[in-house]
């Protein structure tokens, strides 16, 4: 085949890409001395964006091309690598490549057939990727590209790049740290309730108008396409993952389970809604809290979207008043890979417990318990015991 249709489109989206603001992490991940690199992570979240940027800078010869392109009904993944390789371009990137059937027997040919070259691929179905990945376990290096955090979206909406905060150093110094940002930007806390609706996802750039939309559509793609296409969930299943997100916004709280009396109010078994949890996990729509225990334990004790724009996006579709206490849970939740549901507060995280609520919070609920603080949805603290809940954003 003649790999020039595929020039002329990376020219024109190259041409078009801006790099003034980088990921810089996740482009250091994909410059690393690896053959063959995947970038996967939700709807939205800029992998599209990131590749680019990468052929942006680079100094070889590439080829960039999605495998969602219509051309693909007819051509093979593999005949256009070996072109590209015969023309000097050694480089290959291969966006939404989970679009492509086969995909994984097909990289690990091209992976197999071409010694020296490099491949990056991303896809924007977490499902997918992670479902098939095993045939690839021993040739190819993942890595997630979660939404952006409230230090990244704080970076772009000021010019400035902030360094990230650990947990540590969060803890041990809350009130010096956060009197200091505020003082330096009197807009922060103004910056952080808009994050909260509509800054986690790149696409907030393009404009704010139509943003809740966006996502919408996103996750609706995620629900109807991604999830079904795992080959193990029935198309008309689909229904009964649209129920639970519903049964999240209707609540307008943060959502205790039952899980005997949703699974007869969804009409499935017990073990197929944990199966459902899991994918709903996975999918990055929805997160199941466990509790803390030295056991493993499917049940989730409660279940939170997996940001506060998923929350403010369906509540809109739904037409619901966002919970001001769902709010601040979520955007906690989000914070964190390992978190678990604590009988003593809110939320345990190792060996710290954390009570999550508004200005007013008080200490009574965790008073006298060890490693106990309050995350306050405040813009300063005058304690290092009542940390605000922003910084809690600035830990990646």
Known sequence: MNIEYFIRKQSLLISKIDTEY???EYLSLLQE???????????GVGKTTILLQYLKILDRRYLYFSADDIVFQDIKLYDIVDEAYRL???????????????WAMELKNIYDSFPDIKIRISGSSMINILFEKYDLSRRLVLFEMPPLSFREYLSIEKG?????????????????????YVMEYEDLFIL????????????????IKNFDLKLFNALDKVVNEDIPSTNKIDFTHIVFFKKLIYKLIEAQKPYQVNISKLSKELG????TLYTYFEILDKSKIIKPIKKYSKKISKKPEKLLFYNTNI????????????DMGSMRETFFVSCFNDIYYSDIGDFRVGEYIFEVGGRQKSFKQIEGIPHSYLAIDTDYSVSNFKIPLWMFGFMR
């Open 192 to 207: 952080f309730r808009r994050y909260l609706e509509y800054g986690a996802y790149p696409f907030y750039l393009e404009g």
């Open 88 to 102: 000097d371009r050694k480089v290959v990137v291969i966006d939404e490549i989970h679009k492509y059937n086969n």
């Open 311 to 322: 929350l403010y996006s369906y509540a809109k579709e739904f037409d619901k008043e966002v």
């Open 160 to 180: 400035v790049r902030f360094e990230k905060l650990t947990l540590s150093e969060i803890l041990a110094d809350a009130e010096s740290i956060s009197t200091r």
């Open 33 to 43: 001395n690896e053959k063959l690199i995947g970038i996967i992570g939700s709807r």
């Open 22 to 24: 980088i990921r810089e």
């Open 268 to 271: 499935i078994s017990e073990p």
